[in-house]
Nanobody, 128 residues
């Protein structure tokens, strides 16, 4: 069973940055078999939205138009530990919500839309 655990969320002021981390474990095949890994968020009163995706094998990244330039995803793989990060710059109150990472994702127009494995999420709260 693939396990994804998010960390790095918190309460910040507008204009600050946060780096979220997703630690991935439990896969029985190679890490590359997870295909696309994605970041999503769910803001209060809104539907879940896909933000960024990264292809595990090559590190190629994709972003939704709405967050490109401010949200950056990356991965690091060392000593059999795999992490996917989401750096969010210039946070605004409208970025407040629960942020999730996911693995083995399907994409539509370069945006992750659904995945087979999900983390529990990490809360980001931005005050003005």
């Amino acid at each position: 069973q693939v396990l994804l655990v998010e960390s790095g969320g918190g309460s910040v002021q507008a204009g600050e940055s946060l780096r979220l981390t997703c630690t991935i474990s439990g896969y029985t095949r190679h890490y590359f078999s997870l295909g696309f890994l994605g970041w999503f968020r769910q803001r209060p009163g809104r539907a879940r939205e896909g933000l960024t995706a990264i292809y595990a094998r090559t590190g190629v990244t994709l972003s939704a138009d709405s967050v490109e330039g401010r949200f950056t995803t990356s991965q690091d793989n060392a000593q059999n530990m795999h992490h996917v990060h989401l750096l969010i710059n210039d946070l605004q109150p409208e970025d407040t919500g629960m942020y999730y990472c996911a693995a083995d994702c399907r994409l539509d127009h370069n945006v992750p839309i659904d995945c087979d494995y999900w983390g529990q999420g990490t809360q980001v709260t931005v005050s003005s």
